[in-house]
């Protein structure tokens, strides 16, 4: 079968948990205050899931959004790819208990755990797929229970987290209002891995029964080295992408960053020297939701109708491990 001539994004969608917790209710529990916690990371407000939303629930009810606007069924659906690092069990995958929910249990599916940037580790992944099996239809869905990975004592992460899904349909072009993808490039640096650790309940720090769980079970960063990083590494990664296709920051329409904090996001715009206008920011509603954080964002820009048709919109992102990355979309 001939290799396509064009890999698309066909539909996408998103979905959060109902329940809110807002700066002001966190006040009443952690040692801290919505105007420290608005000025310092543009975050409002994030959604948290109950027990009964785990990580695959999530992920379904994007996927099944993201499959409605790509006009497609989840019977056509052939690959499974699920980017998080809160599944709902070590086994099954998370990405086999989403094919349970969507009716669909036959078929390649896996988890990819690239922490925040999952979703695009998920694309690159996808984009593969196709090239190989031009009659593929992959679903790529970044979905995180963050808060159930939360120290709750700590206030540095604590404030900083919420729970959501995003998913996107990964097929051959043309897709009619989708977009194409036209480049990725992804990049890490293991040497950085400690800045931003989950250690416990891992094989190399396991947990027996009776154990207490430790403060390793829970997210654990250096907050200002990962600043550093994250801006870097953003940077140039756009600029390396940008680059490879003899595109300048004046040819890109929008740019989607992740949503971690709005002083990385800011400071990302100033390298780049792009127009803060033509950046689409919602952190202040879902907080830093990991490997969902991407696809949530791209899925809310494009029901608001803020990509016009022709739009050149760039995905980028970084993550533990350390690791980071971005894509070009033509719309």
């Not at 966190?26 to 959604?47: A, N, P």
């Not at 963050?146 to 709750?152: C, L, M």
């Not at 097929?171 to 989708?178: L, Y």
Request: proline share 5%; glycine share 10%.
């Amino acid at each position: 079968m001939a290799t396509p001539t064009s890999i698309c994004i066909a539909g996408t969608g998103l979905h959060v948990p109902e329940r809110i917790l807002t700066n002001v209710d966190l006040e009443r529990f952690v040692d801290t205050s919505d105007e420290w916690i608005t000025s310092r990371t543009g975050i409002k407000q994030r959604h948290i899931s109950s027990a009964q939303e785990p990580c695959s629930l999530l992920g379904a009810e994007a996927a099944k959004r993201a499959l409605a606007d790509a006009g497609m069924s989840p019977e056509q659906v052939t690959h499974v790819l699920m980017a998080t690092f809160t599944p709902d069990t070590f086994i099954p995958s998370a990405s086999y208990s989403l094919r349970s929910r969507l009716g669909i249990p036959r078929g390649m599916a896996m988890d990819i755990s690239a922490a925040c940037t999952g979703f695009l580790f998920g694309l690159e992944t996808a984009r593969a797929l196709v090239t190989v099996h031009p009659e593929a239809v992959v679903l790529v869905v970044g979905s995180e229970v963050v808060t159930s990975r939360i120290n709750w004592e700590d206030r540095g992460t604590c404030v900083l987290f919420g729970d959501g899904a995003g998913a996107a349909v990964i097929a051959s072009g043309p897709a009619p209002g989708g977009a194409t993808i036209v480049d990725v490039i992804l990049d890490g640096d293991s040497s950085l891995g400690e800045l931003l650790t989950v250690r416990g309940g891992g094989s190399a720090a396991p947990l027996c029964p009776g154990d207490r769980i430790g403060d390793d079970f829970f997210v654990q960063m250096q907050g200002r080295e990962i600043f550093k990083h994250a801006v870097r590494s953003m940077n140039t990664v756009v600029r390396k992408l940008l680059d490879r296709q003899n595109l300048s920051v004046a040819d890109i329409d929008m740019i989607i960053p992740h949503q971690a904090n709005i002083r990385i996001i800011e400071s990302l715009i100033k390298k780049l020297e792009f127009s803060e206008e033509k950046v689409y920011i919602n952190i202040a509603s879902y907080g830093n939701t990991s490997a969902a954080s991407i696809p949530i964002a791209l899925a809310e820009a494009r029901e608001k109708s803020l990509i016009p048709e022709g739009s050149k919109v760039i995905l980028t992102s970084f993550g533990g491990g350390l690791n980071w990355g971005a894509a070009l979309l033509q719309f």
